[in-house]
């Protein structure tokens, strides 16, 4: 069975603050893993990462995948009150059947 | 506006009803996929369908029920044999079947 897990569930920082935020796999047929934003209601993509070492940026967040290890981390780099939210890591496998494991997500919550 | 819409957004059923949660798209996408999320559970599939005509079960199809006759809409029935169908729902949807998927706003799914 494909397992995503994510930690720690939930952390609580300072704007400004730097946070990393973690996701481990173990799928069959590995094919990607992407990282969602859930603040209210729709998960919104962030980024999706196939190939090993190579970090993936935009603004304040950076995420890489380590295959060999199986993890992958999401950093935020000075946060902001707007960064509170759930982080969700997915991981998709399969070949013509593929999908999407999802984490149980890690809540942030960024106080000013 | 290119996007994924929801109907309801909050829905009320009472125990042995049948219900149906709309999604539709219009951004073109081939595949499209049911998601349930319960608090501290993350996202769940229920259904996905890669093509038009044509779905395969997810991790937790029981007690439900999907049709895809059109390639813009993928409706899913929450039947009366979902023992604990109160949650929230996501539809999604993404160009190919490895694609990065997209969200719909979600809907609300309270059994009384």
């Known amino acids: 069975e494909d397992k995503v897990v994510q930690s720690p569930l939930s952390l609580v920082v300072h704007e400004g603050d730097t946070v990393t935020l973690n996701c481990s796999y173990e799928?069959?047929?590995?094919?990607?893993l992407l990282w969602y934003k859930q603040e209210k209601k729709a998960p919104t993509f962030l980024f999706m990462l196939?190939?090993?070492?190579i970090e993936k940026k935009s603004g304040r967040l950076s995420s890489i995948l380590d295959k060999k290890e199986l993890f992958s981390i999401l950093n935020i780099t000075a946060t902001q009150t707007g960064d509170s939210a759930i982080y969700l890591c997915?991981?998709?496998?399969?070949?013509?059947?593929?999908?999407?494991?999802f984490g149980k997500g890690t809540l942030l919550t960024v106080n000013p | 506006d290119g996007g994924i819409t929801q109907s309801p957004k909050y829905l009320f059923r009472k125990e042995g009803q049948n219900v149906t949660l709309s999604c539709e798209q219009n951004l073109n996408h081939d595949a499209m996929y049911w998601y349930r999320q319960d608090p501290g559970q993350g996202l769940r599939l229920i259904y996905y369908s890669q093509i038009v005509n044509d779905f395969q079960k997810g991790d937790i199809a029981e007690g439900y029920s999907v049709s895809r006759e059109k390639k813009e809409s993928f409706p899913l029935t929450v039947t009366s044999a979902q023992k604990n169908p109160t949650a929230f729902y996501l539809c999604a949807s993404s160009i190919g079947g490895m694609d990065t998927q997209y969200f719909g706003p979600g809907t609300r799914l309270t059994v009384l």
């Open positions: 799928v069959t047929n590995f094919r990607s």
């Open positions: 997915a991981v998709g496998s399969g070949g013509s059947n593929y999908k999407l494991t």
């Open positions: 196939t190939s090993s070492g």
